[in-house]
């Protein structure tokens, strides 16, 4: 049994953690966080999680034990797990950071987009980008992983096909995204008011988001080669979901869109290529760790589209972790993330 460790368990990400690892036969969460609600049982807080975590209580990140756990998700801002890595994996503690600490390759990257020093460049340098559709075998050998961000993970997994493959030009891609709010977290903020989310659909960090290096960063990994990339995210009235409408022009236009994507994720768990002709839709993959795509072909055009649609919060954040960490401890890759979606 996998003693886990989240720090962060009162946000929208770290009770995902709770809810799917609540299901999960080969891990148990041992040690749960939180500065504000410290002393508060987690049922107490969540009430779907009675009878599941009836003894489990939020504790001072400084108190909770987490160096005796096996591993420990960083359910937090950036800027936390950078801070706490080295004392946890000198204890033997493998880590997985939901956030951005260890997703850019180049700490002056970092350091640009997220306005702080690196805390530990050489632990950054090993660590592993926690996409197991391009990374698995890296990820199981891994002491610290860097899981991917909601945006990336669905920007990069329909991209990927297109740009290995070498069919599109990489200087002209476009992806057009969407997102519900729970991707924000559990805050208050004025965008993030009923008032204001509700009935209203608006683009956001339009000049520049942080997700575009982290996207740039693995498309020109795929691609061989630097791209250039429109990433404009829009929040709309939603809960739970992530749809991207990717766009790249073709330049071998006789290329079978359909089978390149079925061949490049035949045998992966966790990705849905959908028949030709499909439209996916967010609820067909709410609260399951589900990617589908469609890749299409429009009318008239040498472009590729593709719709790629995830839950931000299972294969965008949680859903995604507790894969990697599958892949650390050598479990089966789905352990614990089997569930469908909920409809409707
Ligand atoms: N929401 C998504 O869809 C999504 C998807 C992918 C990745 N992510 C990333 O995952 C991380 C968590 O996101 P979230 O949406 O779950 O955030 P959230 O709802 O705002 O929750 C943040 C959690 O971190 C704790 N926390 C904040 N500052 C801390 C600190 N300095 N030290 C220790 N704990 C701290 C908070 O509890 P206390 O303040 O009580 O300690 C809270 O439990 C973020 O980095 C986010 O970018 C989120």
């Known amino acids: 049994m996998i003693d886990v460790g989240i720090v962060g368990g009162t946000g929208y990400t770290g009770v ?12 148990r969460v041992r040690a749960i966080t939180s500065r504000k609600d410290a002393g508060t049982r987690v049922p107490d807080m969540f009430p779907s999680l009675r009878r599941r975590y009836d003894g489990l209580v939020f504790a001072e990140p400084d108190k909770a034990g987490l160096a005796d756990c096996d591993v420990v998700f960083f359910a937090t801002p950036h800027g936390v797990a950078m801070a706490q ?26 350091e640009r987009w997220y306005r702080m020093p690196h805390a530990c460049p050489d632990l950054l340098a090993e660590s592993v980008y926690g996409l197991p559709e391009v990374n698995r075998e890296a990820i199981r050998k891994a002491r610290i992983v ?8 669905a920007v990069q997994l329909g991209f990927l096909p297109l740009l290995e493959a070498g069919v599109v030009d990489t200087r002209h891609l476009i992806a057009d995204c969407k997102s519900g709010v729970s991707g924000a977290g559990r805050k ?15 683009a956001y960090g339009v000049k520049g988001h942080r997700h575009h290096p982290e996207i740039a960063q693995g498309l020109a990994l795929a691609a061989g080669s630097p791209v250039s990339l429109a990433f404009t995210p829009h929040l709309t009235p939603a809960i739970r979901g992530i749809f991207a409408t990717l766009y790249a022009p073709l330049t071998g236009p006789e290329t079978d869109l359909q089978a390149l994507f079925e061949k490049r994720y035949a045998g992966e768990p966790f990705v849905d290529v959908m028949p030709a002709g499909s439209a996916p839709d967010t609820r067909s993959v709410r609260a399951s760790n589900m990617l589908r795509i469609a890749v299409h072909r429009p009318a008239g ?33 789905g352990a614990g993330l089997e569930a469908l979606a909920v409809l409707p």
Do not use: W
């Not at 860097?146 to 993970?153: E, V």
């Not at 589209?305 to 507790?322: P, T």
């Open 146 to 153: 860097g899981n991917p961000g909601c945006y990336p993970t």
């Open 85 to 110: 890595a080295r004392e946890l994996v000198s204890a033997g503690v493998k880590i997985v950071d939901l956030a951005a600490d260890f997703r850019l390759r180049d700490p002056a990257v970092f």
């Open 188 to 202: 208050t903020e004025m965008n993030l008011l009923f008032a204001e989310a509700s009935d209203n659909f608006a």
């Open 301 to 333: 055009t040498d472009l590729a589209m593709v719709l790629a649609v995830e839950d931000n919060l299972v294969k965008g954040a949680a859903g995604q972790a507790i894969q990697n960490m599958n892949l650390m401890f050598g479990l089966p890759e």
């Open 16 to 27: 995902e953690l709770l809810r799917l690892l609540a299901q999960h036969p080969d891990a």
